[in-house]
């Protein structure tokens, strides 16, 4: 898989982090069009689910992004013209504010769009609705 995602030419991630009691984790997914042919075909990838310790703060997450996105490389060196950082355009992730923060801290090698998941937002209206419906 890395091979593959070595070549592609702009991908985009989506990120989710979660607490259930103590237990913490994060995922990264990223998503990209295979051109190989006369066909595109949408691809996915999970990069990485594990357990997070600390704070969901911004940088925290910033950086688990960053490390994620580094392991594609592996053993490769990292230049300019293969970095997987300069390749990704957009990244998704749910409204909370660390979560959204945290794509302004990943530093000025990722030039990406950040867009909330819609999922979490109908989830939230539809949430607040029958909050207000039974109040």
């Not at 997914?29 to 689910?49: N, P, R």
């Not at 594990?50 to 704070?55: E, H, L, M, R, V």
């Not at 992730?93 to 999922?119: P, T, V, Y």
């Amino acid at each position: 898989m890395r091979d593959a995602l070595l070549k592609i030419d702009s991908y985009s991630v989506t990120t989710d982090a979660w607490s259930s009691g103590s237990l913490s984790c994060v995922a990264i997914t990223i998503h990209y069009v295979e051109t190989g042919g006369a066909d595109w075909k949408m691809q996915k990838a999970c990069l990485q689910v594990s357990k997070f310790n600390g704070s969901h703060s911004a940088e925290a997450l910033a950086e688990y992004v960053e490390k994620a996105v580094d392991n594609i490389h592996m053993q490769q060196p990292i230049t300019v013209k293969n970095s997987m950082k300069k390749r990704m355009w957009a990244a998704v992730a749910d409204g909370a504010a660390a979560q959204q923060k945290s794509f302004h801290c990943l530093g000025e090698e990722f030039n990406i769009w950040k867009f909330w998941c819609i999922c979490h937002v109908i989830h939230l209206a539809v949430k607040g609705y029958f909050i207000f419906v039974y109040i």
